[in-house]
């Protein structure tokens, strides 16, 4: 756009900084995978637009199960199956061109040949065919041309294949279905229980003065309050494309305790006055994994304080790497402790 001057990263960061810092469980997980990867996405705004198909599965059965209305706005669902992540990859370079064209005239994708062309060279693909016809012939399917419609009418919204949909689908039936974890979600209730029930709950807490600069904020997946009972239920909801006896592992390798530590936290502080003496919490990570079998993981009491503990080092660290503004390693490597 004329007149649009790009931000230097010095800028970017004087404006990060200028703002206060609520730190979420996303955040806090790419700054222990790499502080670097931090510094990218939130200090320099270079944002991965894309969403994984794993991120893409749990957003939907999210919308379908626990936010009735929001998946029109968050999702498109094409009447084809989508291309391959090859004509993909082409194709969303494309339609960078036609965006950034700034025409209002109607394109479709055979009217940029040589964009084609040049983009596939750019990546080396299909280079061994003979003719450039033959390149232009892998890209200009039904499928790619249809691809680059449904990209112009999208917005800001996901698009979605009929598999996808389909699969979806079948894991809310599931999770429906199970009578152990429709009720723990509140998807069911009879008249005479004395519960609330919030889905997709935005929480915050405000910076730790004696200990941390930065707040903590979540949206918490569902919460379930049973006064009879006196307990307060924090679920969790997870898809994973391994099965549920994995998801121990899964925990790890996604940093997932953090997010339930961090859920905690928030949970006790919006629900201060609730939570009296009498009242415990429950947390869950309801799981359906790619066989749609579903099982609610509860989180023991012995667990969830060892996973406070780790989340108060790994605050630490990440206080650290925040007003050193530091991003180049991770923490110990930063320090120069990690000897083999």
């Not at 005239?105 to 940029?112: C, N, T």
């Not at 390798?253 to 939570?275: C, S, V």
């Amino acid at each position: 756009m004329l007149g649009t001057t790009k931000k230097t990263p010095a800028e970017l960061q004087q404006e990060f900084y200028s703002k206060p810092l609520y730190l979420s469980y996303s955040a806090l997980s790419k700054m222990m995978y790499s502080p670097s990867l931090f510094y990218r996405h939130y200090v320099l705004q270079q944002k991965e637009e894309k969403l994984d198909s794993y991120l893409i599965d749990g957003k939907v059965v999210h919308c379908l199960l626990l936010d009735d209305g929001s998946f029109d706005k968050q999702f498109l669902l094409m009447p084809a199956s989508l291309p391959g992540d090859s004509i993909r990859k082409v194709v969303d370079k494309i339609f960078e061109v036609h965006i950034n064209a700034g025409t209002s005239e109607v394109s479709a994708l055979q009217q940029y040949p040589q964009d084609i062309l040049d983009t596939l060279k750019e990546i080396n693909l299909h280079q061994s065919l003979k003719t450039d016809a033959q390149r232009l012939d892998k890209i200009l399917t039904e499928e790619g041309k249809s691809y680059f419609e449904f990209l112009k009418i999208k917005g800001d919204k996901n698009l979605l294949d009929s598999e996808t949909m389909q699969r979806c689908n079948e894991a809310v039936t599931a999770i429906r279905s199970n009578e152990l974890c429709s009720a723990l979600l509140g998807l069911v209730k009879h008249e005479m229980e004395n519960i609330d029930v919030f889905n997709e709950i935005p929480m915050a807490s405000e910076p730790f003065e004696d200990s941390f600069s930065f707040g903590l904020k979540g949206v918490l997946d569902n919460v379930k309050i049973d006064y009879d009972r006196k307990t307060l239920y924090v679920n969790d909801l997870k898809t994973t494309g391994k099965t549920i006896v994995d998801f121990k592992e899964t925990i790890e390798y996604f940093n997932y305790w953090a997010q339930m530590a961090i859920y905690e936290r928030l949970a006790k502080e919006a629900f201060k006055e609730l939570l009296t003496e009498e009242w415990v919490i429950e947390f869950h990570f309801v799981v359906v994994d790619k066989y749609n079998q579903v099982y609610p993981f509860k989180v023991s009491r012995e667990t969830m304080d060892l996973w406070q503990q780790q989340l108060e080092m790994k605050l630490i660290e990440f206080q650290w790497h925040y007003r050193e503004k530091r991003y180049e390693l991770p923490y110990q490597f930063a320090l120069s402790n990690v000897i083999l």
